[in-house]
C-alpha cells in the first residue's frame, strides 16, 4: 500500500481554494475523477489513502482516520499533530462514521468548505466499501457463536504459516472438542446443545489472548491459531480453557468437559500437515482423557 506523507505537502490554502472552486464545470471534474477513483476499490483502507492523497492538494493535516461503532481505520503514515478535527460523514440520513483529521493548525474557512465537498464524492463509495466489508466479515463468522467458521479458519491459517514461516517465528494451534457433546444434544435437546456451543466459545475467548484467533468448524469442533507461541503459552491456554470451563455455570450444570490437541508449525508442513498433527493430538487425548494438554 502506498504511503501518504502528508507533512511534505506544501501549499497556500487560498491558492488550494482558488483551484479547487475554479469554476463550477472544473469542480465537477475534479469531484467525478476522484469518485473514479474511490470507486476502484472496495477495501475500507485503500479508499481512505486514495480520498487522503487528494484531500492532501488542497488542505493540510498530518493524520487522518476513520471509525464508526463497527469499523476503523488510519491512513499509514498518520502523525499526530498539535489539534484535530472531526467530520460526521452521513449518506440519506444514515451516519457512516467520522473522519478525524490530526492538524499542525486549525482549518481554515476555506479548507473547511473544501473537505465538505470532497466529502461528498468519498461518502458514497465508502458505504459501498462498509457495506462490503460486513458482508466479508459475515462471509466468515460462525452464525452460531460469531467466532470465526472454517472459510475464515482456513484464510488465517494460510496467512499466520507464511508470516511465520518468513519471519522465523513460532506458530501453534490448538484443536479442541466437547467430550460427549452427542449424549448432550440427545438427552436435553438442541437448544441446550446450542447454548453449550455458545458457552464454550465464551470461554476460549476469555482463556485467549487478543493476538489469538479462535475459530468454529461446525459441531463441537474448534480451533485456536497462536502466534509467536511457545510451549509455555499452550498449557497456560490450555489451564485457562479447562478453568473457563469448568467456572462457566452454564458449562458445569451439564458438566461439560473438553479435549485439546496442539502441535507447532515446521519447515515441512503444508496446512493440511499442521491441521492433522494437530488433530491426531486431540484424537490421543480423547483415547485416554488425561488432564494434560497432548502436544505433537
Do not use: W
Not at 15 to 23: I, K, L, Q
Not at 81 to 104: C, I, R
Not at 202 to 215: I, P
Not at 274 to 282: C, K, P, Y
Amino acid at each position: 500500500m502506498q504511503s501518504l506523507n502528508l507533512l511534505d505537502s506544501h501549499f497556500s490554502d487560498f491558492n488550494a481554494f482558488r483551484v479547487f472552486e475554479s469554476t463550477h464545470a472544473d469542480n465537477n471534474k475534479r469531484g467525478i475523477a476522484l469518485m473514479e477513483q474511490l470507486q476502484t476499490t472496495l477495501e475500507l483502507d485503500s479508499i481512505i489513502n486514495k480520498f487522503a492523497m487528494e484531500a492532501s492538494k488542497y488542505v493540510d493535516f498530518s493524520g487522518l482516520s476513520f471509525k464508526n461503532e463497527e469499523f476503523s481505520t488510519t491512513l499509514r503514515g498518520s502523525r499526530k499533530g498539535n489539534s484535530a478535527h472531526q467530520f460526521d460523514l452521513n449518506v440519506e440520513g444514515e451516519k457512516l462514521g467520522t473522519l478525524f483529521y490530526s492538524l499542525n493548525k486549525p482549518f481554515s474557512v476555506a479548507a473547511t468548505k473544501i473537505l465538505a465537498q470532497l466529502h461528498q464524492y468519498l461518502a458514497y463509495p465508502l458505504k459501498n466499501a462498509l457495506m462490503y466489508k460486513r458482508a466479508m466479515l459475515l462471509a466468515m463468522q460462525d452464525g452460531l457463536t460469531d467466532l470465526g467458521n472454517r472459510r475464515y479458519f482456513d484464510e488465517q491459517l494460510k496467512r499466520a504459516m507464511h508470516q511465520a514461516q518468513r519471519h522465523n517465528t513460532t506458530l501453534g494451534l490448538v484443536v479442541c472438542d466437547l467430550n460427549k457433546f452427542k449424549i448432550i444434544n440427545d438427552t436435553f435437546g438442541h437448544t441446550v446443545g446450542d447454548n453449550v456451543l455458545i458457552n464454550f466459545a465464551q470461554a476460549l475467548r476469555e482463556s485467549t489472548r487478543d493476538s489469538d484467533s479462535v475459530f468454529r468448524f461446525g459441531g463441537d469442533e474448534f480451533a485456536v491459531l497462536i502466534e509467536h507461541a511457545g510451549k509455555e503459552s499452550l498449557e497456560v491456554i490450555h489451564h485457562r480453557i479447562h478453568h473457563a470451563v469448568s467456572n462457566n455455570a452454564y458449562l458445569d450444570k451439564y458438566q461439560v468437559t473438553c479435549s485439546l490437541g496442539a502441535t507447532f508449525l515446521n519447515r515441512a508442513d503444508d496446512e493440511k500437515s499442521f491441521f492433522e498433527r494437530a488433530d491426531q493430538a486431540l484424537y490421543r487425548k480423547k483415547m485416554n482423557m488425561p488432564h494434560s494438554l497432548s502436544i505433537v
